[in-house]
Antibody, heavy 120, light 110 residues
Framework: QLQLQESGPGLVKPSETLSLTCTVSGGSISSSDYYWGWICQAPGKGLEWIASIHYSGRTYYNPSLKSRVTISIDTSKNQFSLTLSSVTAADTAVYYC????????????WGQGTLVTVSS | QSVLTQPPSVSAAPGQKVTISCSGSDSNTGNNYVSWYQQLPGTAPKLLIYEDDKRPAGIPDRFSGSKSGTSATLGITGLQTGDEADYYCGTWESSLSAEVFGGGTKLTVL
């Protein structure tokens, strides 16, 4: 079945750029029926959507994060990635990647998540 | 502060029924599908209900979803201790072209 796996550094210094990759296995990222997204969850807090991308390159961003976020996709590697610039301690969170049904407003499945801590 | 409003917590005894509400507006829940997610402690969220009232394969029929106007509801019957988790609703916010989630509801099975 389809699986998603996040990877990237677990520790990032303040003001630097956070970079994460989500590897999709068990299915193709080049499906017109789905978007691929990132969601974060600060310790003890709720879910916050960051961005989503379609294999065609179409993107959607959380307006509150848009100025610092870039989402990209590499269909040859079946991966999509997230960069978040100028990070602060407030960006410390578990970052999840997920598949989102196009026009259907649901994410499934989700990756297991990766904790990123912003600290010097 | 979340665009979608959920009660912070709910509780009920094993075997009982509980409902969790998700209140929004015309620009989100009122005109877009609502999904529900279960997040067990220390794990990733899992899709529980999609398109307002549909259950993915493998989700027991103890879990149900409904929507009326701008409010969606998750119902859980026959509560089990294993249902203790955080529950989130989610939908599309048309005015922002953005995904939005509720603040989450912690379910305690007493």
């Amino acid at each position: 079945q389809l699986q998603l796996q996040e990877s990237g550094p677990g520790l990032v210094k303040p003001s630097e750029t956070l970079s994460l990759t989500c590897t999709v296995s068990g299915g193709s990222i080049s499906s017109s029926d789905y978007y691929w997204g990132w969601i974060c969850q600060a310790p003890g807090k709720g879910l916050e959507w960051i961005a989503s991308i379609h294999y065609s390159g179409r993107t959607y961003y959380n307006p509150s994060l848009k100025s610092r976020v870039t989402i990209s996709i590499d269909t040859s590697k079946n991966q999509f990635s997230l960069t978040l610039s100028s990070v602060t301690a407030a960006d410390t969170a578990v970052y999840y990647c997920g598949r989102r049904a196009s026009g259907r407003n649901w994410f499934d499945p989700w990756g297991q998540g990766t904790l990123v801590t912003v600290s010097s | 502060q979340s665009v979608l409003t959920q009660p912070p917590s709910v509780s009920a005894a094993p075997g009982q029924k509980v409902t969790i509400s998700c209140s929004g507006s015309d620009s989100n829940t009122g005109n877009n599908y609502v999904s529900w997610y279960q997040q067990l402690p220390g794990t990733a969220p899992k899709l529980l209900i999609y398109e307002d009232d549909k259950r993915p394969a493998g989700i027991p029929d103890r879990f149900s979803g409904s929507k009326s106007g701008t409010s969606a509801t998750l119902g859980i019957t026959g509560l089990q201790t294993g249902d203790e988790a955080d529950y989130y609703c989610g939908t599309w916010e048309s005015s922002l072209s953005a995904e939005v989630f509720g603040g989450g509801t912690k379910l305690t099975v007493l």
